[in-house]
């Protein structure tokens, strides 16, 4: 019996993530102050579809476009910082099937992943020392540890990452999170993105069949530029989240001030909402924020014709879709910084008290924007306009 389901437009998605995150606000402030492990959240998105958003239409999935995933990542963000992040992580990893695999490990894959609703997580950081992989017969066991893991204990999978041992080849696969020998440590304890279970993992000697070698036949990578799409991919899940954490501090900002905020005795004013400083500020920000969207929303799109022919990307193409993707996330980290920090202006100083929780947006962000510099950012689009260099892909371009 088919388990497709009845086709929905991406506005019905985007309608039921604004739906989500209205559950999620109602009591954000007091779960980032908890910090607990977010398994309810995770529950919610599989509740809603959200989380096989990317899955086939055949096996149960919505089978939309990326555009439509950040969408909802912004979205989610707006009420929730970390499970925007979490649920646009899971999205890129649930697509490194299709990024790396061969065809028919990702259907499998991608098959299995909506049919079981999983959620992804990833133990995949650049920054550590590689994480080891021998082979054992038919079996490849991955040795090592990773500072980061996000998502670690609400996943149902986790991408694992190594080099095979003796050669500079990488291998990922993907394991049950349960695996004998997969380690989540409780050491995630940042300001920001509370709830985005990131903390270390300890690998010791997890099992995946050679079968699961993401894009390998007969033990051979079979290498396409579309490879590596991965990065300018989730940098493109960093936009989104951004951009939705500002929004959601503007929007909470703005009730405040309507409702909350004293004018001042000094400006002529009975309400907040009039002073000229205030209005003026609103604008700025939403000025700035809907541009950064606009942007956004444009590079999703040039994004999807790469995704909608993979087998076509070539390194010229790749590479002006990352420039393009470098400019719009400078200008997300810029925007959404400004706003998360200059609503306070604006809300006045009874609004610092940590009940209201307006301190979570700034956090979030300030955070995640430290994830690589977005001066190189600057750079790859600098170096482009300047003498046409396209950058090369790397772990973080």
Known sequence: MSTETPAKTAEYWIARATEVAAVLATDAAARDKAGATPHAEIQLLKDAGLVTLLGPTEHGGAGQDWPTAYRAVREIAKADGSIGQLLGYHYLWFWAA?????????????????????????????RDHDVTVTEDGDDLVFTGAKTFSTGSKVSDVTVLEGVLDGTDNHVFAVVPSTSRGLTFHDDWDNIGQRL??????????????????LGYAGKEFQPRTYNTLNVP?????????YLGIAAGAL????????????????SGHDRAVDEPYVIDVYGDLTAKLWAAEALADAVALEGQKLHDEPDAVTPETRGAFEVRVAAVKARATDVALEATNRVFEVTGARATASAEGLDRFWRNVRTHTLHDPVAYKRREVGRWVLDGELPEPTWYS
């Open 196 to 213: 985005t279970e990131s903390g270390g993992v300890t690998i010791d000697a997890v099992r995946a069949p050679w079968t699961d070698a």
């Open 251 to 266: 929007e909470t900002a703005a009730t405040y001030t309507r409702t909350k905020s004293r004018s001042w005795l000094h």
């Open 233 to 241: 991919t989730i940098q493109l899940v960093f936009v989104n989240f």
């Open 98 to 126: 299709r990024l790396v695999g061969t065809r028919e490990q990702w259907e499998r894959l991608e098959a299995e992943a909506t049919r079981e609703t999983w959620f992804f997580g990833g133990a995949v950081n650049p």
